[in-house]
C-alpha cells in the first residue's frame, strides 16, 4: 500500500512537470504514463525476482548478465512503444501547436539505456537499505533479549543471596532464644514482599527503595539487639525519582557483612543525596578485621555487571579500600 502510494505521488509530480507548456493531448499522456509504469516494473523485476536469485545467493556475475538483459530487452520495447505510438496508434502528441515526431534512434536508445539502469540501480539500493535496516533492527532485538535475560538472571541471584543471609542472621537470633526473632522474620517478610512484588518494574521509586534501605537497617539492628549503628542521611528532594530496584542494597549489605557495625564512634554512615536528575549514594563503614567472609560473595559483582547494563556512560563508582576503613562513593544519572 505504502508503495502505490508513493508511486502514485511520484508520477503525479513527473507527469505535471513533464506536460508543462504541452497541449493536453490523449496521446500525450498515454505514452508518458506508459513509459513510468514500465520503470516502475523494471525497479520490481530487479527487487523481487533478479536479486532474490543472484545477489541474496551472491551471484554477483549473474546479476550483472540479468541486469544487462533487463535494460536492452526494455530499450527494445519502449523503441517499439515510442514507433507505435508516433506511427500507428493515430493518436497524436502535440508540442504546444505542433505535432511531434519521433525522436532521433540513437538518442532514444541511449537515454533508455540510462532510465533503465538508473531504476536497476535504485531498487538495489533500495533492497539493501530495507536489508540493512531489518538486520540492524533484528540485531538491536536480540541485544535486548540478551541484556533482558542477562539483567534477569543477575536479579534473580539477589533474592536467594540476601535471603541466605538473612537467614543466617534470624537463625543465629533464634539459635540465642532472642526475643528480637519474631520481629526479624517480620522485617524479613516486608522486604522479601518489596524484592519479590514491587521490584518487578525496570524502575521503582526511589522513595521505596529508600523505605526497603531502612527495612533492611533494621533487620540487621535486630541482629545486634540494638548495638549497630548506621546513620543514614537522606538529602534533596526525592519525590518523582527513579532508581534501578536494588542496585544500593550490595553496598549496604556489605558494610554489615565485612564492617565494624557496633562502634558508636565509628558508626556506619550512609547519605544519599538528590539534586536535579542526579544522585549521589556514599557509605563508609570502619573494617572488621575479625570477621572475612573467606567464601567471597556474588553482590559486588552483579551490582557492578547491572549498572553497567542499567545505566550505561551514566554512573560512576568509586571503592575506596583503605587501612582501616572502607568507602564507596556512587553517582548516577537517574
Known amino acids: 500500500m505504502l508503495h502505490t502510494l508513493v508511486w502514485l505521488f511520484l508520477l503525479s509530480i513527473f507527469t505535471f512537470a513533464a506536460t508543462a507548456g504541452f497541449n493536453s493531448t490523449k496521446g500525450f499522456y498515454i505514452l508518458f504514463v506508459s513509459l513510468s509504469l514500465t520503470n516502475v516494473l523494471i525497479f520490481y523485476i530487479n527487487l523481487y525476482f533478479i536479486i532474490p536469485q543472484t545477489l541474496d545467493k551472491r551471484k554477483f556475475f549473474l ?31 502535440m508540442a504546444k501547436d505542433r505535432e511531434m515526431s519521433i525522436p532521433d534512434p540513437r538518442n532514444l536508445l541511449i537515454n533508455s539505456f540510462i532510465i ?25 532485538d536480540l541485544e535486548k533479549q540478551s541484556l533482558t535475560a542477562e539483567l534477569a538472571f543477575l536479579k534473580s541471584q539477589i533474592n536467594p543471596h540476601f535471603l541466605f543471609n538473612s537467614l543466617n542472621n534470624i537463625y543465629s537470633l533464634a539459635y540465642q532464644k532472642s526475643e528480637a526473632t ?19 518494574d525496570s524502575r ?55 564492617g565494624l557495625a557496633t562502634d558508636e564512634k565509628n558508626p556506619i554512615h550512609i547519605n544519599i543525596s538528590v539534586f536535579e536528575n542526579n544522585l549521589l549514594f556514599t557509605i563508609k563503614n570502619k573494617k572488621n578485621n575479625q570477621n572475612k567472609d573467606q567464601t567471597g560473595g ?26 582501616q576503613d572502607y568507602y564507596c562513593e556512587l553517582y548516577l544519572n537517574l
Open 116 to 140: 533503465n539502469g538508473f531504476f536497476l540501480f535504485l531498487s538495489t539500493v533500495y533492497k539493501f537499505t530495507v536489508d540493512w535496516f531489518f538486520n540492524e533492527r533484528e540485531k538491536s
Open 204 to 258: 521503582v521509586a526511589l522513595e521505596k527503595e529508600i523505605t526497603y534501605l531502612k527495612s533492611f537497617i533494621e533487620l540487621q539492628k535486630l541482629r545486634f539487639k540494638g548495638n549497630a549503628y548506621v546513620v543514614l542521611e537522606v538529602e534533596g528532594n526525592i519525590q518523582n525519582q527513579y532508581i534501578v530496584p536494588l542496585i544500593l542494597i550490595s553496598f549496604v549489605e556489605n558494610a554489615f557483612k565485612h
Open 298 to 323: 556474588i553482590g559486588m559483582v552483579n551490582v557492578k555487571r547491572r549498572l553497567e547494563l542499567t545505566y550505561p556512560e551514566k554512573y560512576r563508582l568509586s571503592i575506596e579500600n583503605r587501612e
Open 182 to 200: 519474631p520481629n526479624a522474620i517480620l522485617k524479613l517478610s516486608e522486604i522479601m514482599r518489596y524484592m519479590l512484588y514491587e521490584s518487578n
Open 63 to 93: 546479476w550483472m548478465l540479468a541486469c544487462l538483459i533487463v535494460v536492452i530487452g526494455f530499450m527494445a520495447f519502449k523503441y517499439g512503444f515510442y514507433f507505435y505510438m508516433y506511427k500507428l496508434s493515430g493518436l497524436k502528441i
